[in-house]
């Protein structure tokens, strides 16, 4: 083999395809389909590292679509540091436009692309993150095969305007159905309105789950340090581009790996900062399925011990009032971090993708702007993080703090006798189907009083675990002024929602779940000092439901993967990865290289 390019000590392992002499059949075959579209044979024997370019962005995935412009900046860094580039494309995964849910490709693209890094001449990788789940499927990728590898975000989308407003991605959403529910707007109005929201190219540009995502990615160190925030279409995203095409062929001579970056520390720190930052719930689904893959230790109790004090910091939609543009301003997640780090709240030598510790990166970040983001001493909101419920109900599901209205705690939390608990009549929907076609029956008698519960919505059952938790009430009590009732489900909701529900129940009703059991009328008991979310139902009524109970909530698959990833998934405190997936840890290192393809 030729000299290895760096100070790398082991071998890169694009050599044993590219340039094996013990085996040159294999070599002849490797390289020759390689040069047939114009890379040379010195190129590709030349000890340089060949460094691959995950690519989301297509015109499928418009959130991630100005990544097909990025490549070639980040190429251009590659080319400069002395690598040789080689996109590929990876499985789309759109967050709003695949039915029924991208929850239900995450794990998909994650198998590809575990395939696709394992199984070609891949040294380093650049990952290109954006849009909610391709940030967690990448990552989780990376941490399976253990390669080099370095995140970059396509930036978020501009800020939204309708008549002198910030119109938030998303956010607008759940904010013109109302309006529409209440007559004061029209169809036409309604998509007027939240078109406003989309104006550039980019992700969501609310605290939805492609910010909180993009931002984790930064906070764990994967991506460079000021990089998450930077909106898609600025100068300023090409440069870094640029630079992380640059940083990932020092990384890949350094050998500096996933496994040096993901610590348990690393996550404490996102944990931390996805407090701060108002993040999505999204976010412990997503960061627990990363850290499985990597073998670190982290489960939901870690979110409340380390997340649930921290305070809001970060002033955005759906919790705030600003958008990705005021973000990067006001100095993004070094800004945030900074803060944390003076206070002592971060791990801070936790290694990051250049080499530096988050310390050492973050060293005076300031902010730049202190109504964007608040300092540690005047917060948005005290104790942001995200609480984990238990009881009868489920064994854990979360809620999100920092999204408890006024009104909301108004009506439910501030009862004299019986402060930060609330009890109501259970109103059962069995999927976002049900809900739609009876929600505004009057006759129903929902009031609010009621407790609005959603079933059938989890990694099984949906299948993927859809968004369809934050329920808006019926038309007539949101005219009565009432704009949130308690919800509780085993589905997930939309980051960019601002509804303080109880979701993310495990285990979901599909596999007997205590949300099986539960009828509509039941009385349910919240109580956030306890932490406890109960059916006031005896166990004897209980255990006969139990019996009883024979009714399948798992619908028929529609497509071979969903009857695949029904089989294979897990349940969301443990991350909804294929159980069966986790063994399989830097393989990269662990199983050496695949076998010969002839
Ligand atoms: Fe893709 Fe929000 S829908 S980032
Ligand atoms: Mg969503």
Known sequence: MTEEAGTRRTPLRSRAWFDNPDNPDMTALYVERYLNFGLSLEELQ?????????????????????????????REGIRDAGGIAIEFPTHPIQETGKRPTAGLDRNLAYLSLVETLYGYPIDGVVLTIGCDKTTPACLMAAATVNIPAIALSVGPMLN????????????????????????????????????????????????GTATTMNAMAEALGMSLPGSAAIPAPYRDRAECAYRTGLQIVEMTLADRKPSDVLTREAFLNAIRVNSAIGGSTNAPIHLNAIARHIGVELTLEDWESYGADVPLLVNLQ??????????????????????????????????????????????????????????????LRPAAGLTVLSGNLFDNAVMKLSVISDEFRARYLSNPDDPGAFEGTAFVFDGPEDYHHRIDDPSLGIDENSILIMRGAGPVGYPGGAEVVNMRPPVALIQAGVHALPCLGDGRQSGTSGSPSILNAAPEAAVGGGLALVRTGDRIRIDLNTRSANMLVSDEELAQRRAALGIDYVPESQTPWQEIHRGLV????????????????????????PRDSH
Request: charged fraction near 20%; hydrophobic fraction near 35%; aromatic fraction near 8%.
């Open 46 to 74: 030349s000890g340089k590292p060949i460094i691959g370019i995950a690519q989301t962005g297509s015109d499928l995935s418009p959130c991630n679509r100005h990544h097909l412009e990025l490549a070639k900046r980040v």
């Open 160 to 207: 939204g305007w309708f008549k002198g407003e910030r119109t938030g991605s998303g956010t607008i959403v759940w904010k013109a159905r109302e309006m529409l529910a209440a007559g004061e707007i029209d169809y036409k109005g309604f998509i007027q309105l939240v078109a406003s929201s989309a104006p550039s190219t980019g992700w969501c540009n609310t605290m």
């Open 318 to 379: 759906p919790a705030g009032k600003y958008l990705g543009e005021d973000f990067y301003r006001a100095g993004g997640v070094p800004a945030v971090m900074g803060e944390l780090y003076r206070a002592g709240l971060l791990h801070n030598d936790a290694l990051t993708v250049n080499g530096r510790t988050i310390g050492e990166n973050i060293g005076t970040a300031e902010i730049e702007d202190g109504d964007v983001i608040r300092p540690l001493a005047t917060p």
């Open 570 to 593: 897990g349940q969301f405190d443990g991350g909804a990865v294929f159980e069966s997936a986790v063994k399989y840890q830097r393989i990269a290192q662990s199983k050496g290289l």
